[in-house]
């Protein structure tokens, strides 16, 4: 039996994520479809609020630890690597997309730094962390007089609530105080789906799965049409039953998921050499395993600071990761094309043994440092006193107290059109608390609560 297969062709579409009747008449010769995506992230708000959210330790006292913002820009300079390589190839065996769709190697660049760009942008505060945080007040017994009229699936977003999902829905959606044009930031169909890592809904979980794209989930209940009209678009593979909006991952998808994995494992292990937390002696020396030089090899570079030689490894390494994750992607990519692949690229390098123990050492020295537990420990505190404040504000406005919360929340989140079910109210109050910057969190929560006045001038 032939397995069904979706083609390049389908899945590389210029189409925009926006009503038809808008038109762009640029010269793309000088700025691609691709390239209007990544300026669009860019220039969000959203994307900007990133300087201010957790990567490896909340709130840096150090300018040289990386934020959200600084991780994301790098995983797009790698991302952008990766989809040049892979785009070549791809284009050397399907001349026709450049004959008949007018792709370029650029725009295979374009497209996964775009979504590299835009992997974290809906991140809650205080990182992974504050996706527990979420979820957790959405289990509590404080919530539960709000969500009596949610579906088990909408009561699922909430009690797993997923950053993947809140980034599609910043990209996707626009607030209807803000404009009467829906499509969020318009972004193009294909970069929307190399975006989604996970493309299903909340429901069904499937436990101890070996497919990473089936881990977590990527819309919530708000956005799942949404989804489906982009993947039948570009004829993404469907799973399931047929009943849940629930299909195989773009192929550039991958590559998003390898640029961040490269990312976090290399440079973030990178800040913890640089803080101390892990002996830099035994850092390098696992870097070096990594590049695996030929022993008679002799370098004329001399390091009289070992900050500069790991970074000097670290530029080596990137380098050798994207070229061999590459590799890795072209070699199955009859069966990314067919849906029957579905495991992280850089799970298949030789260096994996070595990047495991690197991880590892990352989780025990630097994300379970004690400040930073300390910290996502009073994350939790925080993001469930602004969600229980938001929710009271939002369901018993005839309370004076919570009527004054609610001149506190921007009015695109509350001022709704009638009609809305009370699972679109709760959606708008976690887009809000999800906005906030680490540091904003903690400000509105320790004012709400009394612990800190605002000045009066």
């Known amino acids: 039996m032939t397995l069904p297969t979706t083609t390049w062709a389908r899945l590389i579409s210029k189409k925009r994520f926006e009503s038809a009747d808008k038109k762009y008449t640029s010269d793309e010769s000088v700025r691609g479809e691709f390239q209007r995506d990544y300026d669009r992230i860019v220039f969000s708000s959203a994307f900007r609020r990133l300087q201010n959210k957790t990567q490896v330790m909340p709130m840096p006292e150090s300018d040289f630890v990386h934020t959200r913002l600084t991780h994301s820009l790098e995983a797009s300079v790698v991302g952008r690597s990766l989809g ?10 399907n001349p026709q997309l450049t004959i008949e769709k007018h792709i370029q190697e650029a725009d295979f660049g374009d497209i996964v730094a775009a979504a590299c760009l835009a992997h974290d942008i809906g991140n809650p505060p205080f990182g992974h962390s504050g ?18 009229n949610l579906t088990e699936a909408q009561r699922k977003d909430l009690q797993s609530f997923e950053g993947n999902a809140a980034g599609f829905r910043v990209l996707t959606y626009t607030y209807p105080e803000h404009c009467n044009l829906s499509g969020g930031l318009s972004l193009t169909y294909t970069t929307l789906a190399t975006f989604t890592k996970y493309p299903k809904e909340s429901l069904p979980v499937i436990k101890q799965t070996k497919n990473t794209s089936e881990k977590k989930y990527g819309f919530f209940q708000t956005e799942k049409d949404w989804f489906n009209t982009i993947a039948t678009e570009l004829g993404l593979l469907r799973k399931g039953d047929g009943e849940t909006v629930f299909y195989h991952r773009h192929p550039l998808a991958f590559l998003v998921e390898a640029a961040d994995d490269i990312c976090y494992r290399i440079i973030d292990f990178e800040d913890g050499l640089k803080l101390g937390l892990v002996p830099h002696e035994k850092g390098i020396a696992l870097l070096k395993q990594i590049l ?25 390494i ?16 009859d069966a990314l094309l067919a849906g029957t692949f579905d495991t992280p690229l850089i799970n298949l390098l030789d260096c994996k043994p070595v990047l495991d123990e690197i991880k590892m050492l990352s989780i025990e020295n630097i994300y379970r440092n004690k400040p930073v537990l300390e910290i996502e420990a009073a ?24 009527r004054k919360l609610s001149d506190l929340i921007p009015t695109h989140y509350i001022n709704l059109p009638d009609g809305v079910t009370d699972y679109e109210r709760i959606i708008h109050i976690t887009d809000f608390v999800t906005s906030l910057t680490d540091q904003a969190a903690i400000n509105l929560f320790r ?6 006045l605002p000045r009066m001038y």
């Open 318 to 333: 990137i380098g050798k990761l994207i070229d061999e994750c590459s590799a890795v992607f072209l070699s199955n990519e």
């Open 447 to 452: 004012k709400i609560k009394g612990i800190e």
């Open 84 to 93: 040049r390589i892979v785009g070549k190839s791809i284009l050397e065996r």
């Open 379 to 402: 994350g939790f505190e925080v993001l469930a006193g602004l969600l229980d404040a938001c929710m009271k504000a939002v369901f018993l406005p005839e309370s004076k107290r919570h």
């Open 131 to 148: 996706e527990d945080a979420i979820s957790a007040y959405f289990e509590s017994e404080a919530a539960q007089p709000f969500m009596q």
């Open 292 to 316: 695996n030089d030929d022993p008679n090899r002799v370098s004329t570079i001399k390091f009289y600071d070992w900050r500069e030689e790991i970074g000097y490894l670290r530029a080596r």
